[in-house]
């Protein structure tokens, strides 16, 4: 079966970190750019970082995470992870990751072929 799951996400204090990890099954992330999205309780899906397919491409953040979220990939694993620091509570929200074949690191929402199931992340102040 084709599909993405995340893991990772919790319950931390402002200031705190977390590391989300997408593992992709039936099918190989290299051919697949990758955007990590977020959604909060009443507002739109969000794009917090994307990164282009294949190696050696760009990868771009959403302005209120630069500096403190990293994406990265492990080819051998299959996965990729979104490593968040100096966490703030307006960062809680639904982190989904999803995978869009030979797209690019500004492929829209509607363009990615896969998503998984969402991993909660909540930050208290």
């Known amino acids: 079966e084709v599909q993405l799951v995340e893991s990772g996400g919790g319950l931390v204090q402002a200031g705190g970190s977390l590391n989300l990890s997408c593992t992709a099954f039936?099918?190989?992330?290299?051919?697949?750019?990758i955007g990590w999205y977020r959604q909060a309780p009443g507002k739109a899906r969000q794009r917090v970082a994307s990164?282009?397919?294949?190696?050696?491409?760009?990868?771009d953040y959403v302005g209120s995470v630069k500096g403190r979220f990293t994406l990265s990939r492990d080819r051998a694993k299959n996965m990729v992870y979104l490593q968040m620091n100096n966490l703030k509570p307006e960062d809680t929200a639904v982190y989904y990751c999803?995978?869009?074949?030979?797209?690019?690191?500004?492929?829209?929402?509607?363009?990615?072929?896969?998503w998984g199931q969402g991993t909660q992340v909540t930050v208290s102040s």
């Open positions: 999803a995978a869009d074949w030979r797209g690019s690191f500004y492929s829209s929402v509607d363009d990615y072929d896969f």
């Open positions: 039936g099918f190989s992330l290299d051919d697949y750019a």
């Open positions: 990164t282009d397919y294949g190696q050696g491409g760009t990868t």
